[in-house]
C-alpha cells in the first residue's frame, strides 16, 4: 500500500514524509497512525497539514459538545466504527464528518449511499477521534458500587479463611460487584492517565492509589474486608496462582478497550503483614511510537542521540531510576531503527512494549534464559541491533561490550544515577577501562518532571540570590520568566503530564583518556563539563526558564 493512498502521496510529494522510509502497513493501524510513526508530527501537526494540502476546515474535535451531535440515522455505529469517522453537524442535507484522513472516499460514499445525504470533510486530529468515538459510544454496565454497597458485600467476605477455595473465588453472585469495582479502578487509572496502581492492605484501613505524573495520589478506601476477594480477582485476571500468598508473583493482564486498543497491565503481588500489596504498571505500547521530538531533549541532545543511532557499532546507555522513562527512549530509538533491513533482537525483563519488526526475548532465569544467555544467542543469529533489558552483572556486561566492539550497535540500561556514575559503575563490575572507552559512544541520564498546565500556570518571581543559588547564571537571571504550579479542573496540582529532563554525554576523546587513566565520576563530571554537556540540573533549569515546568518540580526531580 505504500502510495495507494492520496494522502501519502501528496504528504510524500511535497517533502514532509520520506518516501524511502514507507513500508507495508499493518491492517490495524489508520493511515495517520502509520504517518505519524514515520514523522515526527504529532497527531494535530498533521491533521493540520491535511487541512492546509485538501483545502478542508480544520477542527479541535475536544471543543465539540459531543450531546449536540446528529442523533438520528446519521449516528451509525456500524459505520462510525468501520470507516472511523464521526458525523459532527447536519445543515440541511449536508452532513459534515470528522476524519483524521481528508482523503478518506470510501467513508464519504458509504455514508452518502446510506444516509442519502451529501458529505463534507472536516479535519482532526486522529487520537482526539478515537477519544470522543469511545467516550459516544461508551456502554456502562449500571452498576455503581457506593460504600454502603461495598459495605455490605465486605460483609459477606469478612469471614472468609485465608485459604480460600475455589468455590469462593468463583461464587459469580458474590463476586459481580467485585469483578465491576476492579474493571472501575482500572478503567479510571487510564483516563486519569496514571501510569501505577497500588492496591495497599494495612491492619485496618485498605487503599488503592495512582500514580499521575510521577506522583501517588489515594483515589479509594475500600473496606478492609475486601482484601481478599480483590487480591483474589486481579489475580484471576493475571492469571496467577490463588492458593500462594507466602510468595512474590509477576503476571499480565490485557484489557480489551474498544474494538482496536487494548491496554497491558503488569501485575506484581509482594505478601505483607496485613495482606498482598499488589501493583499493577499500565504498559501503552503507543507511548513507544510518539516520535523523539516530543520527548523533551533540546536540541544538541537530540543531535547526539540521533548520530549515536546512525553508528553501525557501539553502546548506547540509558540510565536512571525506575519510572524515569528509560523504556519509552530505548523503544523511540529502536522505532527509528527499525527497518526491513536490519535484523533488531531484544532481551527483556518484562518484555513491555510489543513493536512488529523487532525479535523480543522474554528472560526467564528459571529456564536459564538469562541476560547473558539471550546475547550469546543473539550473536549467533546475524543481529544489526540489539538492545539487552539492563546490564546487572559483569557476564552481561562483558558480552555487551564485544558485540559492541564488533560492529554491532548495543543499547541498554543501567540504574546509576548521572552520566558519569554509569561509567565506574561498569569499572566497579570489573569491565576493564580500555574495553568502555573503546566500545561505550553515548550515555543518557534522566528524569520525568511533571509539565505545567497551560490553562492555569502562573508566573513566579524569586529573588536574584535565591536564583543564583539555584544555579542560574548572571546572564539568566537578566532574563528569566518562571512560572508556578496553581490548579485547575483540567489538571493535576498544576500539572499535565510529563516531559524528560536528560543529561546526554558522548564519549569524546577527552572523556575516554579520564575513562582509561580511570578516573571517578567527579573527574568524569568535571571534564564533561568543559566540553559543554549539560549535567540533569542544567538541563532541567532550561527547562524551567522555557516555561514548561516550575522550579519546584525540577528540585524534586534534580540534585543541586
Known amino acids: 500500500m505504500k502510495l495507494s493512498s492520496p494522502l501519502i502521496r501528496k504528504l510524500v510529494s511535497f517533502g514532509y514524509i520520506d518516501q524511502n522510509r514507507l513500508s507495508d502497513k499493518d491492517e490495524s493501524t489508520t493511515i495517520p497512525e502509520y504517518l505519524c510513526q514515520l514523522s515526527s508530527f504529532t497527531a494535530e501537526q498533521l491533521a493540520q497539514k491535511a487541512a492546509l494540502l485538501f483545502q478542508a476546515p480544520f477542527l ?27 458525523p459532527i453537524a447536519l445543515k440541511g442535507k449536508t452532513l459534515y464528518l470528522a476524519s483524521a484522513d481528508p482523503t478518506n472516499f470510501d467513508a464519504f460514499e458509504d455514508y452518502e449511499f446510506n444516509t442519502g ?9 486522529y487520537d482526539e477521534l478515537d477519544k470522543a468515538i469511545d467516550s459516544l459510544f461508551e456502554k456502562s454496565d449500571g452498576i455503581e458500587l457506593n460504600d454502603d454497597q461495598l459495605s455490605e458485600l465486605s460483609g459477606v467476605t469478612a469471614d472468609v479463611d485465608d485459604r480460600e477455595t475455589e ?3 468463583n461464587n459469580k453472585e458474590e463476586d459481580a460487584p467485585i469483578i465491576v469495582y476492579i474493571n472501575k479502578i482500572l478503567m479510571d487509572a487510564i483516563k486519569r492517565g496514571a501510569s501505577d496502581l497500588h492496591f495497599e492492605p494495612y491492619e485496618h484501613v485498605y487503599r488503592i492509589r495512582f500514580r499521575v505524573d510521577g506522583v501517588l495520589h489515594e483515589v479509594a478506601n475500600p473496606p478492609i474486608g475486601l482484601e481478599s476477594r480483590i487480591s483474589a480477582r486481579i489475580k484471576v485476571m493475571s492469571q496467577l496462582d490463588l492458593a500462594e500468598k507466602r510468595k512474590p508473583q509477576d503476571g499480565r493482564i490485557k484489557l480489551k478497550i474498544t474494538a482496536k486498543k487494548s491496554i497491558d497491565f503488569r501485575v506484581s503481588t509482594l505478601p505483607t503483614l496485613w495482606g498482598e500489596k499488589i501493583v499493577m504498571r499500565i504498559l501503552d505500547s503507543s507511548s513507544a511510537m510518539l516520535g523523539i521530538d516530543v520527548l523533551g531533549y533540546e536540541p544538541e541532545q537530540k543531535e547526539l542521540y540521533l548520530n549515536a543511532l546512525a553508528q553501525p557499532q557501539g553502546m548506547i546507555l540509558v540510565t536512571g531510576p525506575t519510572g524515569s522513562g528509560k523504556t519509552v527512549s530505548l523503544y523511540t530509538g529502536l522505532n527509528i531503527l527499525n527497518k526491513p533491513e536490519r535484523n533488531i533482537s531484544t532481551a527483556e ?29 543473539f550473536l549467533r543469529q546475524d543481529p544489526d541491533i540489539v538492545m539487552v533489558g539492563e546490564i546487572r552483572d559483569l557476564e552481561t556486561a562483558e558480552i555487551s561490550i564485544k558485540a559492541a566492539q564488533t560492529g554491532h550497535l548495543v543499547l541498554s540500561t543501567l540504574h546509576t544515577n548521572s552520566a558519569p556514575e554509569t561509567l565506574t559503575r561498569l569499572m566497579n ?38 536564583l543564583s543559588n539555584l544555579g542560574f547564571t548572571a546572564s539568566q537571571i537578566s532574563s528569566i520568566q518562571l512560572y508556578k504550579a496553581v490548579g485547575c479542573d483540567k489538571c493535576t496540582e498544576g500539572y499535565k503530564g510529563r516531559v524528560g529532563v536528560y543529561e546526554v554525554m558522548p564519549i569524546t576523546p577527552k572523556i575516554a583518556d579520564v575513562i582509561m587513566q580511570g578516573g571517578n565520576s567527579l573527574e568524569i563530571a568535571k571534564i564533561a563539563e568543559q566540553e559543554g554537556i549539560n549535567n540533569l540540573r542544567k538541563s532541567g533549569l532550561i527547562k524551567a526558564m522555557s516555561g514548561v515546568t516550575s522550579i519546584t518540580e525540577i528540585n524534586r526531580v534534580t540534585s543541586y
Open 349 to 377: 525483563d518484562p518484555v513491555e512494549i510489543n513493536l512488529v519488526g523487532i525479535n523480543q526475548v522474554q528472560i526467564n532465569p528459571r529456564a536459564e534464559m538469562t541476560f547473558a544467555n539471550a546475547l550469546r544467542a
Open 167 to 169: 468455590n469462593d473465588v
Open 117 to 125: 445525504l451529501q458529505t463534507e470533510v472536516v479535519v482532526v486530529a
Open 60 to 86: 479541535s474535535i475536544k471543543e465539540l459538545d459531543l450531546a449536540f451531535i446528529p442523533d438520528g440515522k446519521e449516528r451509525n455505529e456500524k459505520l462510525i466504527k468501520k470507516h472511523h469517522v464521526l
Open 429 to 466: 563490575m570489573g569491565v576493564p577501562s580500555y574495553n568502555i572507552a573503546s566500545s561505550v559512544s553515548l550515555i543518557i541520564a534522566q528524569r520525568l518532571a511533571r509539565r505545567l498546565c497551560p490553562l492555569c500556570k502562573a508566573p513566579e518571581t524569586l529573588p536574584e540570590q535565591e
